[in-house]
């Protein structure tokens, strides 16, 4: 099996592994500015063309870039779960509409649209066949519909861990999926890092949140609408905390209430959404609740686009406000810059931010502990790790300790 890395390799962003030359793993979005994306994707090398495409899951650094793939006479058939399909042609639309006008958008709305003249949606466990491959999906408890991919060519079987969590969250269960394999591909994103137990972690999120609302402030809650928002609110929901939401995760909570079966707890975030109240946007709204003592949840969660634009200028003067970061911030994005020197990009203006400024770890991937604990099936495999900022750094560890482990540079291509 030959498997070329097209994005993702020693980055966290971008997601792309081509298998075989015809079976495409994965093709994303790096959410830098401006915007990168996997080789052969926009400008610069040849035009990427494979047979199919396998989803892992519906996140803008792993799905961004797909309806790219659509623009040519030849069109890939696309495979993912349903709740990819929705998040994937969602996120399209939303880039569309932010950047469809940019010279740097990779597709087009013609592209987004012949999506459903491709799409074939599988859950988990059920074989088909891509590009001439035997694929199977896998839960890996990230989010809604995110999938390890098992890909068998007859000779070698290559299981592709996309983005998975090993723990319990309150939206999706941890995964516990560890098919046979000869080869690992394995994301690496926290490997250096042991998350805070997650029920402490709301503990302090949710006396931190009371204080502020207590003492008169509002907190703003940057949030990836895909997973992260709804995981807020159903802490908000728990803790009982007066919550706003806005921005796309307000539809990615709708649409997932229509899949149920990828839900832990499918009444939970029926509670939950009957609990926030929704933006509508109209008539300044946005400008008055951010005089609410509540907490408004809100993309973008590296702030580097949506409702969030508004709401930060609005409540970065006053230090008894608040902004609770709650996901990984790649750097160069204004999430990073906020949490390391206290001011941000925001629309063009970079800006003090004298409200606090924290980070919680409500993580969906996998810590060091849970790597290593997904990857002990797999000591006679041999792991490639992606997906990470510290790649050739944990493969090491990964040597150290008897595994036959690399991460190869974007652009290499390994045979397995």
């Known amino acids: 099996m030959d498997v070329q890395f097209l994005g993702g390799a020693r980055e966290v962003g971008r997601s792309a592994v081509l298998v075989n030359d015809s079976l495409l793993l994965d093709y994303g979005t790096k959410p830098a500015t401006p915007p990168q994306y996997p080789v052969g994707a926009s400008g610069g090398g040849r035009r990427l063309d494979p047979d199919a495409v396998v989803v892992s899951h519906g996140h803008l650094d792993h799905a961004g870039t797909v309806p790219s793939l659509l623009s040519g006479a030849e069109r890939p058939a696309i495979h993912w779960t349903p709740p990819t399909r929705e998040l994937a042609r969602l996120l399209a639309r939303d880039t569309l509409k932010l950047r469809g006008n940019s010279p740097t958008c990779p597709f087009t709305g013609e592209d987004v649209r012949r ?3 491709v799409s074939e949606v599988h859950g988990y466990g059920e074989p088909f066949e891509a590009a001439g491959h035997e694929v199977t999906f896998h839960d890996a408890g990230h989010i809604p519909g995110s999938a390890h991919v098992l890909v068998d060519d007859g000779d070698t079987r290559l299981l592709y861990s996309g983005d998975f969590h090993t723990d319990d969250q309150r939206l999706v269960s941890g995964t516990t999926a560890r098919p046979d394999a000869d080869v690992v ?3 690496s994103t926290y490997s250096d890092v042991e998350h805070e137990d997650r029920a402490e972690a709301e503990r302090r999120f949710a006396e931190s949140v009371r204080t502020t609302l207590w003492e008169g402030g509002t907190v703003v809650v940057p ?3 895909i997973g992260r928002t709804q995981e807020m609110l159903l802490v908000c929901d728990e803790y009982d905390i007066p919550c706003y939401v806005d921005g796309m995760g307000q539809e990615v909570t709708g649409m997932l209430r229509r899949h149920p079966e990828f839900v832990r707890d499918p009444e939970a975030l029926r509670r939950a959404k009957s609990h ?3 933006v509508t946007g109209r008539d300044g709204q946005r400008k008055r609740i951010t005089d609410q003592r509540a907490a ?20 970065r003067a006053n230090p008894v406000n608040k902004i609770t970061m709650t996901g990984y911030q790649v750097e160069g ?9 206290g001011s941000a990009e925001i629309d063009g203006r970079v800006l003090p931010v004298s409200a606090q400024v924290e980070g919680y770890d409500f993580s969906a991937h996998a810590d060091r502990r849970g790597l290593r604990e997904f990857l002990e099936p797999y000591r006679d495999a041999t792991v490639l790790v992606n997906h990470g900022d510290r790649c050739p750094a944990f493969a090491g560890e990964l040597r150290a300790d008897g595994y036959e482990a690399s991460a190869p540079e974007l652009g290499a291509e390994v045979t397995c």
């Open 223 to 225: 949030a990836f609408a």
């Open 296 to 315: 408004i949840v809100t993309t973008s969660g590296m702030l580097s686009g949506g409702p969030a634009m508004t709401y930060i200028p609005e409540i």
């Open 115 to 117: 999506i459903g003249q």
């Open 276 to 278: 926030a109240r929704f």
């Open 185 to 187: 591909i394995c994301e």
């Open 333 to 341: 994005t204004p999430g990073r810059e906020l949490l390391e020197t």
